[in-house]
């Protein structure tokens, strides 16, 4: 009798039997709501503790200062700007101030919240291992993936506190003016995910880690090999990825406007108009290009030039945080306009991680001929690289958590508390 044959003759095995949709969604809500009691436990303690509170008072007024600081940076910016276009005739075009403090306090915040992120989660199991409570919960009904998930989507909540706590200075950057929606919305929904990856991380490694202080001290760790080790990799990686590329000579266009010389006064002092004799690789055309466009051609005959194969490398730069929060954010078609504008810090982050990832035939100038923009469109982003890799780190780190909340323990360390 064959296998199909004894099958139709027994019927199923016992357990095996397929559950319904309905049963299957009555589980995964049992399921949320387990982890939920644990998410709302963690709260209730993090809120009994005056030092939380402390802590958000002094994030509060220190991004007031940065606040303050930036608005009077820019109000000195701005005025040597326009006194510079009046004496002139031209410059760059400034947006107001909302630009300027929403983009430095987001870095701000970055920074601050990779900081305090970590000492939010990588106590979360092995503190309560440590005071001896952890064991209550794994006697319970609780599964450790739900023990796993309530922690850390706890510690989470608590970092988001800290960004809802900077919520009024982001604010005053949008009333401010500059900002579009999708500027503003992107840009928080990024800052809010980094903090979750990093909330994974520490999560994941306290219940790794025996002791709590080496969790702690392992998750800043891993923050900074993100933040900076990446920089430094990419860095000696370009150096050791070096190549040839294919290009010829550039040569230079300026708009008929720059080189009008004005009338010497005596206020200007004599004029500085080139001699007769003067030459140069410079061409005078009517109209000026586009800003972010190429201003120059090609001449001469190609011939190889040395190149940093950055594009070999740039996977590595895209694991930063600072990077994936600027490059997901959507700026303007600079290649579509002819206005001179003032590029913003993390506009200036975002193309050079493009830069790398186009590597020397799109950055060279004349590379294989072709005048390159200066300016690379976002239609090849790197963001989703960098957060990729950056949830498979966290992933094998909370697939190896939740192993560890396993009970019955096999091992202990020594010296680990139970009850």
């Not at 990779?114 to 106590?123: D, E, G, H, Q, T």
């Not at 922690?151 to 970092?159: G, I, P």
Request: charged share 10%; hydrophobic share 50%; aromatic share 8%.
């Amino acid at each position: 009798m064959s296998s199909h044959e004894e099958l139709a003759v027994r019927g199923p095995r016992p357990g095996r039997r397929r559950r319904s949709a309905r049963e299957r969604t009555t589980a995964a809500l049992a399921w949320v709501r387990g982890a939920w009691d644990v998410v709302v436990l963690e709260a209730k303690q993090r809120l009994r503790a005056r030092g939380w509170y402390i802590m958000l008072a002094i994030w509060f007024v220190l991004i007031a200062i940065v606040t303050a600081l930036t608005w009077s940076a820019w109000e000195a910016q701005h005025a040597a700007t326009s006194g510079y276009a009046s004496s002139t005739g031209y410059g760059t075009v400034q947006a107001g101030p909302g630009v300027m403090i929403f983009e430095v306090v987001l870095a701000f915040v970055l920074f601050l919240a990779l900081v305090v992120s970590p000492a939010l989660s990588a106590n979360a199991v092995n503190g309560d291992r440590a005071q001896g409570t952890l064991a209550v919960l794994q006697t319970t009904l609780l599964t450790p993936g739900q023990i796993l998930a309530g922690k850390l989507v706890a510690a989470w909540l608590a970092a988001l506190a800290f960004l809802v706590a900077a919520s009024p200075f982001l604010i005053i950057g949008v009333v401010a003016g500059g900002l579009s929606p999708g500027y503003v919305t992107v840009s928080l929904l990024m800052l809010a995910t980094e903090l979750a990856v990093v909330s994974a991380i520490g999560t994941a490694l306290s219940a790794l880690a025996g002791r709590p202080v080496f969790s702690i001290v392992v998750t800043y760790l891993v923050v900074a090999m993100l933040c900076v080790g990446t920089v430094i990799a990419f860095a000696f990686g370009t150096v050791l990825s070096r190549g040839t590329v294919q290009a010829n000579t550039p040569s230079y266009e300026v708009p008929a406007a720059r080189l009008q010389t004005p009338e010497p006064s005596a206020s200007t002092g004599p004029s500085l108009a080139p001699s007769p004799g003067y030459s140069s690789n410079l061409k005078v055309t009517p109209a000026p290009s586009a800003v972010g466009g190429p201003t120059y051609t090609c001449i001469g005959s190609l011939h190889d030039q040395p190149a940093l194969r950055t594009e070999r490398v740039a996977w590595i730069l895209s694991m930063n945080p600072f990077l994936v929060v600027a490059d997901a954010i959507p700026y303007p078609d600079r290649l579509q306009t002819t206005v001179p504008y003032a590029q913003g810090a993390i506009e200036a982050g975002s193309q050079a991680a493009r830069a790398a990832v186009a590597g020397p035939e799109s950055t060279t100038a004349c590379a294989n001929g072709q005048p390159r923009p200066t300016y690379l469109s976002q239609r090849a982003p790197l963001w989703p690289l960098g957060l990729g890799l950056q949830i498979v780190l966290a992933g094998a780190l909370l697939w190896g958590a939740r192993r560890a909340l396993v009970t019955p323990a096999r091992r202990l360390a020594k010296g680990t508390r139970v009850a």
